[in-house]
């Protein structure tokens, strides 16, 4: 899972890396055309014609997949979930808080969010194989508060699913050498829960090729990390010129791995603190 600080970006900024940003007037539009859908549904919804509400969401799928180059343009052309490019699948502009109906831990259904279903707040980029799975699964902490249309409080519900923009959340996805997808060491049982929930969910250890390739990962950086150490240590006393050069290039080989736009970077970074040598952290992008 790779943080998206989504809060403070947005399609008219001029440095986003792969991105030709949109004019002030095509992103006013935008919002304009989001704020007429969104007050077409409430008019449905406040008629009871849940279906028709349901239909005019599919109907303007476009709208919010017009963002999804600049969605993926935020990640590096990363999933926000799995951090792969194509292993995962194609992507989906999916929504965080579904927006037709939402699912809770024991498969009950309620509403869903349907007054986010054009607000870009809501839209994280994610590879099909998890966001089939997610579905509209959505479910929250027993007791917790729930949004409604009439009562919205998004931000005090308590949800299982991790958010790829919030990073206390991406703090809290670890994985290990065989390339799975963990609990941080120091999550507390709610939060080993919630990942443990959301690996499920969005087959984060299911799919095979993912864990697969996160090995791999792990193992190189582990190699490269054994091969810095050796070189520094045959250079410590200097006058080895050939083994400085070959401790250079696999700490440089070792940041671009856990630069925030390589594939899996976090399982790179992961492989570099189950070290637990300090000496180690400035290799680290």
């Known amino acids: 899972m790779i943080w998206i600080d ?55 799928s476009s709208h919010w997949g017009q963002l999804k180059p600049w969605l993926q343009a935020l990640s590096g052309g990363k999933c926000w979930f799995s951090e792969v490019k194509e292993l995962y699948s194609h992507y989906d502009v999916e929504h965080f808080r579904p927006k037709k109906e939402a699912k809770a831990i024991d498969a009950t259904v309620r509403d869903g969010y349907w007054w986010l279903a054009f607000n870009y707040m809501n839209f994280r980029l994610c590879g099909n194989v998890g966001n089939r799975k997610k579905g509209g699964w959505f479910p929250l902490q027993t007791g917790s508060r729930c949004s409604t249309y009439a009562n919205q409080c998004e931000e005090e519900e308590t949800a299982y699913l991790l958010d790829p923009i919030d990073i206390e959340d991406v703090k809290l996805l670890a994985f290990d050498e065989e ?53 520094i240590a045959r ?34 970074r992961w492989c570099v603190l189950f070290r637990n040598d300090p000496q180690l952290l400035r290799l680290v992008a």
Do not use: F
């Not at 799975?180 to 507390?188: E, G, V």
């Not at 443990?196 to 984060?204: C, G, H, Q, S, Y």
């Not at 080895?240 to 736009?261: F, G």
């Open 235 to 268: 250079c410590r006393n200097g006058g080895n010129e050939t083994a400085k050069q070959k401790a250079k290039e696999a700490a440089q080989q070792v940041h671009e791995m856990t630069r925030p736009t390589a594939e899996l970077s976090a399982v790179a």
């Open 6 to 60: 989504l809060e403070h970006k947005l399609p008219t900024d001029a440095n986003i890396p792969g991105w030709v940003p949109w004019t002030q007037a095509r992103w006013d539009a935008w919002l304009a055309e989001s704020a007429r859908l969104c007050g077409e549904l409430a008019a449905l919804n406040a008629a009871n014609r849940r279906d028709e509400r349901n239909d005019l969401i599919d109907a303007h």
């Open 179 to 231: 390339g799975k997808a963990i609990a941080h060491p120091d999550a507390t049982d709610w939060e080993a829960q919630r990942v443990e929930v959301t690996a499920e969910r969005l087959k984060l250890n299911e799919h095979p090729a993912l864990p697969e390739e996160r090995r791999k990962v792990w193992v190189k950086v582990s190699g490269l990390i054994t091969s810095y150490q050796r070189n």
